[in-house]
């Protein structure tokens, strides 16, 4: 997404809480324009860890995770951009030459502890709902890589998914584009710019666009898929 960036790994003793969001300390302290975090985990018990992903001018992107409907942290934070997952193949129209659906297995819902972004303006949720935008998931249908198989001598091609794949490639979009956002407030505010997902489903939740995609905002896509860098 962002061919010409400085990409720096950070790295963990393992994946507590504790130590990933020290990970998260160290890119704001080098100076990372935009920071991608593929895992997520149950809400409880994360309070004190959400202000480790609020940073105005960072895009700090996450994972909306790959077990079906549920909000999870970070991505459920106020400030993250929550990242869900589509499949993505390709059909004879004259829109896009795609047909874009919910990855049955994204993670979205409304969080059951972290209070409402202002920009949010979504009707039946009356605390964080997740997610804010998506992109291609499904592994059936995901990105191509190019890297070591089996042997440390033996490369090639492979596929990977899952939203541990969108939230890095949201990333990669807010810094080609050089912005400096405060949380998914853009793309809130500029759906138009974005494709519409509106059909598919992650789960159960009743019919509501908690798990159900719909024409507009709903859970599983949020505002959309990217079309250019206008909206981020």
């Known amino acids: 997404m962002c061919p010409n960036c400085r990409i720096l790994l950070i790295e963990t003793d393992d994946d507590s ?3 990933l969001a020290a990970g998260v300390r160290l890119a704001v302290a080098k100076g990372a324009a935009a920071i991608s975090n593929s895992y997520g985990g149950t809400e409880p018990g994360t309070r004190a860890y959400a202000l480790t992903y609020k940073h105005p001018g960072i895009a700090m992107t996450a994972s909306a995770g790959d ?31 795609w047909k874009e659906t919910v990855w049955t297995q994204t993670g979205s819902g409304c ?12 009707a039946l949720c009356t605390k964080r709902m997740m997610n804010d935008v998506a992109a291609v998931a499904a592994p059936a249908t995901g990105v191509a890589v190019y890297g070591p198989i089996g042997p440390v001598s033996t490369s090639g091609w492979m596929v990977f998914g899952g ?8 990333a990669g979009i807010y810094a080609a584009a ?6 998914a407030r853009s793309l809130w505010r500029h759906p138009g710019d974005l494709f519409d997902v509106t059909a598919g489903s992650d789960g159960q939740c009743g019919g509501t666009y908690f798990c159900t995609a719909q024409t507009g905002y709903d859970g599983p896509t949020g505002n959309g898929t990217p079309k250019g860098k206008a909206a981020f």
Request: glycine fraction near 14%.
């Open 163 to 170: 939203t541990s794949v969108g939230a890095p490639l949201i």
């Open 67 to 97: 077990a079906g409907y549920g909000a999870e942290f970070p991505a459920s934070a106020p400030d993250v951009i929550a990242v869900g997952g589509t499949k993505l193949v390709r059909a004879p129209n004259t829109l896009r030459g």
């Open 111 to 122: 969080s059951a502890i972290y209070p409402k972004p202002l920009w949010q303006t979504d």
């Open 178 to 183: 050089g912005a400096k956002p405060t949380g």
């Open 17 to 19: 809480i504790d130590n």
